[in-house]
């Protein structure tokens, strides 16, 4: 076997881990893997603003009120009145939603999260190096992207009319 198809091999392999990490978390929790990342981060704070959020996951406010939307209505979080600032709402995870956190599988970037930090310096930077290549030579280094492993989109649809 040749390198190309090597590494053709790989990407399939990382694509098709992503893929079934997506279905065991739908399975689990009813959650997308963005949906998860919101939760872990309002669970991880007493309460977070929805600019924070979305600054946190590099995503507009539009996707961030489109995510907790969502999770309001599984009832994992809760949007509250600010105490310091009336115009600001918070969001705050509930109960049901800090009990999803303890049975969801175990997430895909933070298994890779774990094994990227073990990695010596130079290893990190050549892998972020290879990394970035390979999104350059897909033509995808313009896109926009956050740190959230998954193979569909995370923005809010749009709406059609």
Known sequence: ???TDES??????ILRATELYERDLAQAA???PAQLRV???VAGRLSVTPKA???QMGVSQATVTALVDKLVARGFVQRLPSEADRRQTNVVASE???ATLENVPD???QRYVRAFDRLEDWEQAQLVSSL???AAMLNAEGLDASPVLTTGEIHAPRKRG
């Open 1 to 3: 076997m040749d390198r």
């Open 8 to 13: 053709l091999i790989a990407l399939r392999r």
């Open 30 to 32: 009813g959650l997308t």
């Open 39 to 41: 939760l872990q981060i």
């Open 53 to 55: 959020l979305a600054t």
């Open 96 to 98: 049901a939603g800090r």
């Open 107 to 109: 997430a895909l970037q």
């Open 132 to 134: 970035e290549r390979v």
